[in-house]
């Protein structure tokens, strides 16, 4: 069955700096993508990045980098140049595999709570 | 427009009470989806519509009913709710509900049950 961990219940970074979020999965499917979502006090899951199994590169959307390693089964978020506005809770998700009849449905870990100190 | 939206952001029933939840999207996604989520711990998944069809009951109690009257909205009938079931409500919707598709979430609506 497929898991996602998050070994960090809650980080504390200072303004300005670079923190990375862990998130280790297991799965022995060869095709999954994998989605990191920020959930601010106010509720809303908002999409931060993506990376599929195959992709050869490690995916960036502006200060959002994932450090994709797969023989460790890890897909780490990084967030340079933390703000005040990046505290909040982070999930990371696996999608499960979307062939043979599945729907494809996320899969989240428990979440790290992330404090940006000024 | 990744927008969805869902209304109402806050609600108080009883448990005799029926109130809908509702969430609505332009995106011209095909897969829309309901989770809840209790205080500190991710989301999980109620039920997913798949071209307007329910396609995954993740084994919920009757006493919440979901409706898509069409691509764009979906609903979520409470009747007869348990305090237990106070939670945040998210819905979110993706192109499709089967490929790398990633899913945009709704603000979600508290809801508390007395």
């Known amino acids: 069955a497929q898991k996602i961990t998050q070994t960090q219940p809650g980080m504390f970074v200072q303004e300005k700096e670079a923190v990375t979020l862990d998130c280790t999965y297991d799965t022995s499917d060869p095709s999954y993508g994998l989605f990191w979502y920020k959930q601010p006090s106010s509720g809303e899951m908002i999409f931060l990045i993506y990376?599929?199994?195959?992709?050869?590169q490690n995916a960036t959307e502006g200060r959002y980098s994932l450090n994709f390693q797969k023989a460790r089964k890890s897909a780490n978020l990084v967030i340079s140049a933390s703000q005040l506005g990046d505290s909040a809770m982070y999930f990371c998700a696996m999608r499960e595999p979307f062939y043979g009849g599945s729907q494809g449905n996320l899969i989240f870990g428990k979440g790290t709570k992330l404090s940006v100190k000024p | 427009d990744t927008e969805v939206t869902q209304t109402p952001k806050h609600l108080v029933m009883g448990m005799t009470n029926k109130k809908s939840l509702k969430c609505e999207q332009h995106?011209?996604?095909?897969?829309m989806y309901w989770y809840k989520q209790k205080a500190k711990k991710p989301p999980e998944l109620m039920f997913v519509y798949s071209y307007e069809k329910l396609s995954i009951n993740e084994s919920v109690p009757s006493r919440f009913s979901p409706e898509c009257p069409n691509s764009s909205l979906l609903n979520l009938h409470l009747h007869a709710l348990q305090p237990e079931d106070s939670a945040l409500y998210l819905c979110?919707?993706?192109?499709?509900?089967?490929?790398?598709?990633?899913?945009?979430f709704g603000p979600g609506t508290r809801l508390t049950v007395t």
């Open positions: 995106m011209g996604h095909r897969a």
């Open positions: 979110a919707s993706s192109q499709d509900s089967i490929g790398a598709y990633e899913q945009y």
């Open positions: 990376q599929g199994s195959y992709d050869q």
